[in-house]
C-alpha cells in the first residue's frame, strides 16, 4: 500500500515521467515481472527521490528536445547515487545532454519499426537475439555520446540506439515498452532483475492483506460510504472495503433509468447476495428520465445526469452519517493528475464525483490508487467476485443517454436494451466477449427504408461497435467474423421491434472517439 508521499513497503523502481504517453506503460510492464513501480513528475525535488529508495530509475520518454529553452529537466545528482538508470527515448537523451554528449534534430524523424542490432553484449540484452524489430518514435538523436559511454546496440538510422556507462546507466532510443518491440518486456526484465537486482515480490496476494489492514487502521470505528456501478473498479473496491471493516461500510447503487437490461438486478444480486457487501439500491430513473425530456445535446445530457447524480447521492451520504468517501481511483488515474507535461492535468471526473468530498468534509478512501486495470481484476479474482463483474466491460456515467444519439425516452431505451443485450449474448456465445476491450450498440437518429414481410417498413438503425485496446487512449476496431455479425444482425431485426437495419462502426481511435458522443 502507498503512503501519502506513494512509498510502499515493497522494492520500487522510480519513473520520472517527461510527459510521455507511455509513461504508465512503463510502469504496468514493471508490475508484470512482480515489481512495484512509482511514477512521479521530472522535477520531483532530490530529496523525495532519495527518500523513496529506489532500487532503480527509469527515465521516460517525452514530446520536448533537451536542447530547446524551458525543457524538462532532472537533477543531475541522480547519476551520483549509485542507483541503476535506465533512459527511454528523451531519457537517453537526457542522460546524453547532462553528461556532456550532444543531442541534435535529426535529418528525418524516425517513426514505426526498426531492425535492432546488437553490437556488445551487455546485461540488459540478456536472453535477447543479436536481432530483432524495436519501435521508434523521435525527431531528435544522440549524435555525441558522453565520455565513458559506448554504443551496445544500432539501427540503420541511429547508431546509438543503445547506449552503457560503468557501472550500471544505460539509455535507449526505442521503447522498449510497447508491445510493437520484440523483447521488450525480457529488456525492462533485465533491468529489474539483472540490473538493479530486485526481488520481485509484488504480488497482489500481499497487497490484498496490506490493503485489508490499512483500511482497518484508517477508518477505525467510523462509517464508509460508497457509490456503485457494477464495474470492475468499483466492484472491487467495494468488496475489498467491506472484507475490512463489514457494515461499516455501506454500498449505493444509484438505478438512473439508463442502464443496461437488467443491470440493476444483476449488480444487487453479485454485490449483496454474493459477495456480501451491504448495500442499498435507490430507484431514481423517472427523475433522471423526465430531466431529460427535449434534450438531445451530448454534453448537455452529460451535465444533466451528473449534477442530478451528485444530488441524489449526496441526500444518501448525509443520512448515511459517513465519515469516508470510498472511490475506486486507480493508478493510472493518479499519474495523469500529476503529470506536468502528460495527457490530462485532472482526475477523470466519473472519479471525483463532483467534488462531494470537499463539499460534505468527507475523507477519501482509496484502496486501488495503486493499481492498473488488470491488478484490480486479480484483486478481484482473489477476492472470489464473479468473473461477469471481473471482466465487464466499461459503461459510462451517463449511461445509455449517450448511446442514445437525439432524444432519450423509454421507448428508444427499450430499442437498445435489447439489441445491446443481443449483441453482448451472441459475443458470449462466439467466445469472444473476453477478447474483445469494449463492445457496445448504439441507437442512431434516422430512419431507414427495409422491407420487412411483404411490407415496406422504415425504422431505425442500430450501429455496433466493438474495439480492442490496452490503454484506451487509442483503440483498433475489432475485426468480428462474418458469421458472427450475420447472426447478431439477423437476430436484432427478427427481435427488436422498430429495427430494420444494422451497421458495424470500423474506425479506429483516433480519429474517432470509442463511444459515440
Request: hydrophobic share 40%; net charge negative.
Amino acid at each position: 500500500m502507498l503512503n501519502s508521499l506513494g512509498t510502499s513497503s515493497h522494492e520500487t523502481v522510480l519513473i520520472l515521467d517527461f510527459g510521455s504517453q507511455y509513461s504508465h506503460s512503463i510502469a504496468r510492464r514493471l508490475r508484470e515481472c512482480q515489481v512495484h513501480s512509482t511514477v512521479l513528475p521530472f522535477d520531483r525535488s532530490l530529496e523525495e527521490i532519495k527518500s523513496l529508495l529506489p532500487k532503480g530509475i527509469i527515465l521516460s520518454g517525452g514530446p520536448g528536445s533537451v536542447y530547446e529553452h524551458n525543457a524538462p529537466h532532472t537533477w543531475k545528482q541522480i547519476f551520483d547515487l549509485g542507483i541503476p538508470i535506465l533512459g527511454i527515448c528523451y531519457g537517453l537523451q537526457e542522460i546524453a545532454y547532462q553528461l556532456g554528449g550532444q543531442v541534435a534534430k535529426g535529418t528525418k524523424y524516425e517513426y514505426g519499426h526498426a531492425m535492432l542490432n546488437v553490437v556488445e553484449s551487455s546485461d540488459l540484452f540478456r536472453d535477447v537475439p543479436s536481432t530483432f524489430t524495436v519501435w521508434m518514435s523521435h525527431g531528435d538523436l544522440v549524435t555525441e555520446l558522453p565520455p565513458s559511454f559506448v554504443s551496445i546496440a544500432k539501427t540503420e538510422n541511429c547508431s546509438f540506439a543503445a547506449v552503457f556507462a560503468k557501472p550500471h546507466i544505460y539509455g535507449l532510443q526505442f521503447h522498449p515498452e510497447v508491445t510493437h518491440t520484440e523483447f521488450g518486456l525480457q529488456i525492462l526484465r533485465n533491468f529489474v532483475v539483472h540490473i538493479c537486482h530486485c526481488r520481485c515480490d509484488w504480488t497482489m496476494e500481499d497487497f490484498v492483506d496490506s490493503a485489508i489492514k490499512s483500511i482497518k487502521q484508517r477508518v477505525g470505528n467510523a462509517k464508509v460510504i460508497g457509490a456503485v456501478s457494477g464495474g470492475v473498479d468499483s466492484t472491487v473496491a467495494a468488496v475489498l472495503t467491506s472484507r475490512a471493516i463489514g457494515s461499516q461500510f455501506e454500498a449505493v447503487l444509484v438505478d438512473n433509468g439508463l442502464l443496461r437490461r437488467d443491470e440493476a438486478s444483476q449488480v444487487v444480486h453479485r454485490l449483496r447476495d454474493t459477495c456480501g457487501v451491504q448495500l442499498k439500491y435507490v430507484d431514481a430513473a423517472s427523475r433522471f428520465l423526465q430531466l431529460l425530456q427535449g434534450v438531445v445535446d451530448p454534453e448537455e445530457k452529460r451535465k444533466r445526469i451528473g449534477k442530478t447524480f451528485i444530488e441524489v447521492f449526496e441526500q444518501e451520504a448525509r443520512s448515511s452519517g459517513a465519515s469516508f468517501l470510498l472511490q475506486g481511483t486507480l493508478y493510472p488515474d493518479v499519474i495523469e493528475s500529476s503529470s506536468h507535461l502528460g495527457p490530462s492535468v485532472t482526475i477523470k471526473t466519473h472519479h471525483n464525483v463532483g467534488g462531494l468530498p470537499e463539499k460534505m468534509n468527507l475523507h477519501l478512501l482509496e484502496p486501488l490508487r495503486d493499481l492498473f486495470k488488470d491488478e484490480v481484476r486479480a484483486v478481484g479474482i482473489l477476492l472470489g467476485i464473479p468473473e461477469e463483474s471481473i471482466y465487464r466491460h466499461p459503461f459510462p456515467g451517463p449511461g445509455l443517454a449517450i448511446r442514445i444519439l437525439g432524444q432519450v425516452d423509454e421507448q428508444r431505451l427499450e430499442i437498445l436494451r435489447h439489441a445491446d443485450s443481443i449483441y453482448i449474448e451472441e459475443l458470449k456465445r462466439a467466445n469472444l466477449y473476453r477478447c474483445i476491450s469494449q463492445a457496445f450498440a448504439v441507437l442512431l437518429p434516422v430512419k431507414a427504408v427495409g422491407v420487412m414481410g411483404d411490407s415496406r417498413s422504415y425504422e431505425q438503425v442500430i450501429a455496433l461497435r466493438a474495439v480492442e485496446t490496452v490503454d484506451y487512449m487509442t483503440a483498433q476496431w475489432y475485426a468480428l467474423p462474418t458469421s458472427v455479425l450475420e447472426s447478431i444482425s439477423s437476430r436484432i431485426v427478427n427481435e427488436v421491434n422498430g429495427v430494420n437495419r444494422v451497421v458495424y462502426d470500423i474506425t479506429c481511435k483516433p480519429p474517432a472517439t470509442i463511444e459515440w458522443e
